[in-house]
Nanobody, 122 residues
Framework: QVQLVESGGGLVQAGGSLRLSCTAS????????MGWFRQAPGKEREFVTA????????YVADSVKGRFTISRDNARNTLYLQMNSLKPEDTAVYYC???????????????WGQGTQVTVSS
């Protein structure tokens, strides 16, 4: 069993930055490809980015490429999402998830965090 707890969301102006964190319980954290998803009001949950267990392979959705950076600290069981150059269309609830398989199928994710709200004002 893995529990995921996100933090770091908030309100930011367009062009600003936020850093999300996701702390995981359990000793198997480093074995999972971990990822971030988001869900905007009235839309389906979508993949944002993911990182392999050792942290050497990264997958990024085209919509955030060049602006968002995923990283992880396996010693601290923590996943990060650095979000720069934020746009109003990035407004959503952001979820930490594990494991993430490719091609991404949301139904195959076993563990989800509770979500953290990110709001980008124009």
């Amino acid at each position: 069993q893995v529990q995921l707890v996100e933090s770091g969301g908030g309100l930011v102006q367009a062009g600003g930055s936020l850093r999300l964190s996701c702390t995981a319980s359990g000793r198997t954290f480093s074995t999972y490809t971990m990822g971030w998803f988001r869900q905007a009001p009235g839309k389906e949950r979508e993949f944002v980015t993911a990182i392999s267990g050792p942290g050497d392979v990264v997958y990024v959705a085209d919509s955030v490429k060049g602006r968002f950076t995923i990283s992880r600290d396996n010693a601290r069981n923590t996943l990060y999402l650095q979000m720069n150059s934020l746009k109003p269309e990035d407004t959503a609830v952001y979820y930490c998830a594990a494991p993430v398989y490719f091609p991404v199928v949301i139904d195959t994710v076993d563990y989800w965090g509770q979500g953290t709200q990110v709001t980008v004002s124009s």
